[in-house]
């Protein structure tokens, strides 16, 4: 696909424009190349995390779960006090900046640490850095994009993104493949992958000031001149009903690591292997993200999110079904692609529509930790229940749920889904 890039300040391209074709902000391909950078230190680690809890360290797994759920969650303790910062201080860059560096600082511990205990901490540093830095980058995504480009924008930057996400596992496969065992090696190299990306960031990421600071913005009756935070916007109307939707899908999201288990169990994948079933989900995601972000700016942003938990419902039902082992495990990867393609970006271009220039770091953020949230419930949970009653049955439970969910997320969001349906074209 032809990408051209735009200044939006100025409405200038650098480059010729294709007939049709929409352009996205040179800042936010950068900020593209940095979460590349950034994606490749971090999925190269998490796709060895597995075998190295369950395996290397003789972990079990309700071990992995408890780390998994951690893993994704625990950036919601710091993604709203990041976005509200961002909204206060009207300068997202550095806010992001800080997390940034903290996650490469955490890729320093993973050379040192082999307990449960010491990956705890680590893992912690490392997603409350993701914690910190999302929500002003979207925020920063957002102030470089035209709203009717929203979407695609966030698209782009998670293509970009999950080129980054798909590199690193074939990195990690490549390091281990050369050094068995190597997973210090493969901690290593994910550190000086952190680092550029960090320079990059700091050198080369504008310091774009956000479009509007609520500070800059006198209140009636305020004698200081300071503005009260509008977190009505964030909480009431149409996005009180997109953060219930979201948690109640991301109580039935189950991590990615244990499908790929339940898949590695009933075939014959030899452990070696493991790493490329991310590298697998990450290239579908490459291939749907943009066509899906433009589908969401054309047809709406809610139907698009809600329908792509069907993909995950398909990805799902196809782990337990009894079909060829490889074609099982390709239409996984290509249902969990089409799941993030319609969803990851999506959602932040959702919560910026739905909110205020002043508040707008803050809604993505809420959205984000709700998702965050949820999803360290459900992967802690079905860790439990997979010990408790095997591979097979928690799946079929977590997707009879998640069919049931599914209806009642479009329900909740059935005002905004009747607004999109008149706006279409």
């Not at 493991?274 to 993200?289: D, S």
């Not at 529509?353 to 949820?374: C, D, K, S, Y």
Request: with cysteine.
């Amino acid at each position: 696909m032809y990408i051209s890039l735009t200044n939006p300040a100025r409405g200038r391209t650098t480059g010729p424009r294709a007939p049709g074709v929409r352009t996205v902000s040179s800042t936010v391909v950068t900020l593209g190349v940095v979460s590349m950078l950034t994606d490749i230190s971090s999925e190269s680690v998490a796709a060895v995390m597995p075998l190295y809890v369950t395996g290397f360290l003789g972990l079990s797994t309700i071990a992995f779960g408890f780390l998994d759920g951690l893993y994704q969650g625990t950036s919601a303790l710091v993604r709203i006090a990041s976005g509200y910062t961002a909204d206060r201080v009207g300068r997202p860059k550095w806010v992001a900046f800080s997390g940034y560096a903290l996650a490469a600082v955490a890729r320093v511990g993973l050379l040192f640490v082999s307990g449960f205990g010491g990956l705890l901490a680590v893992m912690t540093a490392d997603r409350i850095g993701k914690g910190i830095r999302t929500a002003p980058r979207d925020a920063l995504i957002t102030a470089r994009s035209r709203p009717d480009n929203l979407a695609t924008s966030f698209s782009v930057h998670r293509t970009l993104d999950n080129i980054g996400a798909a590199l690193g596992p074939l990195i990690a496969f490549a390091l281990l493949w050369i050094v068995p065992d190597g997973y210090e090696v493969v901690f290593a190299v994910s550190l000086a992958f952190a680092v550029v990306g960090l320079v990059i960031l700091g050198l080369v990421v504008p310091n774009v000031r956000l479009r509007a600071r609520a500070r800059d913005v006198a209140v009636a009756g305020n004698a200081e001149g300071r503005t009260r935070f509008a977190w009505g916007v964030v909480l009431r109307g149409p996005m009180r009903r997109v953060l219930a939707a979201a948690g109640i899908l991301g109580l039935v999201t189950i991590g990615d690591g244990f499908v790929y288990l339940l898949l590695q169990s009933r075939g014959d994948f030899a452990t070696l292997w493991f790493p490329l079933l991310y590298v697998g989900t990450n290239v579908a995601f490459i291939a749907f993200a943009i066509p899906m972000g433009r589908l969401a700016d054309r047809i709406g942003r809610a139907r698009v999110f809600v329908f792509g938990h069907v993909a995950l419902l398909g990805a799902y039902v196809v782990a337990v079904l009894p079909i060829v082992d490889l074609a099982a495990t390709v239409a996984c990867l290509l249902l969990l692609g089409t799941f993030y393609a319609a969803t990851d970006g999506v959602l932040a271009a959702l919560a910026s529509e739905l909110t205020t220039p002043e508040t707008r770091a803050t809604g993505i953020a809420a959205a984000q930790t709700t998702v965050a949230v949820a999803r360290f419930g459900a992967a802690a949970g079905f860790g439990v229940l997979w010990f408790a009653v095997g591979p097979e049955a928690a799946t079929i439970v977590v997707a009879v749920l998640l069919a049931i969910a599914i209806p009642g997320a479009a329900l909740l969001l059935r005002s905004i889904l009747r607004g999109e349906r008149r706006s279409a074209p």
